[in-house]
């Protein structure tokens, strides 16, 4: 059995190695599962609340990059972060603990203003889907490359937004046959405009852009361009927004369901409801596995879960500058 960074099991090592193949065949024979061995990797796991009681509302694995021998000596001392010292924390792990102990909010108003004061008229929201195979479809698509299938876009020609809903919306979805690449990238190239605020969450629109700008040379400047004029979200929250419900991270599907409650039940009544939904359903689209109707049923569905998403943007933006408000 291996890793990428060596075996996962060898034939050497003695019954309390774990990494041997005999321990392996020992705790694979027993009726009983082994003790667990706590990890910062643990949190994924769908046994995670049996090794940490469900009465530890805050384990440890909620403060952000609790990693290697920090994790071992945080864990040693307690899994409870209410009941971790300080000084074995990081700084950035004793504002989240902060924030947990005493159950409010840290909002960093003037840093979050100066974010949000930075965004220029016109506003543009964007977001990518993607997908990828095994089988290629695409000249030149290496297997299990991520190519973009499809993007979102919502504009507002005013920094202020009353109604998210009444904001223009314009999308793109790529073809159940040929290389539609291009075409996604002039539609988009058009639809972005050549000045205003290009508003993201998370580095895989720039990091998605970057690709395109290799794939079509002709169009690197028009692209870095682009790029120059995105504003992510993330990481404006993460240095300045911090809440106990964010169990110390900052995904979107972490900070939306806390800033816009409200967007929790839209999600759940898509069919199409999260990016690998999302893609798998590409897939099919790209493997001739649905029928004509069938596919518009579902192309209808990709196009309505994306552009869900650059709404939730629009309603998380609104819900930062509130924090960034209040008193």
Not at 23 to 28: E, M, P
Request: with cysteine; charged share 25%; proline share 7%.
């Amino acid at each position: 059995l291996f890793k990428p960074d060596g075996p996962i099991a060898t034939l050497q090592g003695g019954i309390t190695d774990r990494t041997s193949l005999p321990y392996v065949a020992q705790v694979t024979s027993e009726a009983c599962a082994p003790a667990g061995v706590l990890t910062p990797s643990c949190k994924q796991c769908p046994l995670f609340r049996d090794c940490v009681p469900p009465s530890i509302q805050y384990p440890i694995w909620h403060l952000p990059r609790l990693t290697g021998k920090r994790f071992d000596q945080v864990a040693a001392h307690s899994l409870d972060i209410l009941q971790v010292e300080n000084d074995l924390l990081t700084v950035p792990q004793q504002k989240h603990r902060r924030c947990v102990v005493e159950g409010v909010p840290v909002i960093r108003r003037k840093g979050l203003r100066k974010g949000l004061n930075a965004l220029q008229a016109p506003l543009y929201f964007l977001d990518f889907e993607s997908f990828s195979s095994w089988r290629p479809t695409l000249p030149d698509q290496p297997p299990l490359e991520q190519v973009v299938s499809q993007y979102s876009l919502h504009e507002s020609a005013a920094l202020d937004i009353d109604d998210p809903d009444s904001l223009q919306h314009k999308s793109f979805l790529g073809t159940s046959r040929g290389d539609f690449r291009r075409e996604l990238l002039d539609a988009m190239l058009t639809d972005l405009g050549d000045k205003g605020s290009i508003v993201v969450y998370s580095p895989y629109e720039k990091t998605q852009l970057s690709k395109m700008a290799s794939l079509f040379p002709d169009r690197q400047d028009e692209l870095e361009a682009l790029i120059a004029r995105l504003v992510d979200l993330e990481p404006l929250i993460r240095q300045n927004v911090q809440h106990p419900d964010f169990q110390g991270r900052t995904s979107l599907k972490v900070t939306l369901p806390v800033l816009v409650p409200s967007y929790v039940g839209r999600y759940k009544a898509l069919n199409i409801n999260n990016g690998a939904l999302a893609a798998a359903a590409f897939q099919r689209i790209r493997g001739g596995e649905l029928s004509e109707e069938e596919e518009a049923t579902v192309r209808a569905e990709l196009l309505e879960y994306c552009k869900l998403d650059t709404l939730a943007m629009v309603e998380l933006l609104l819900a930062l500058r509130r924090l960034a408000d209040e008193n």
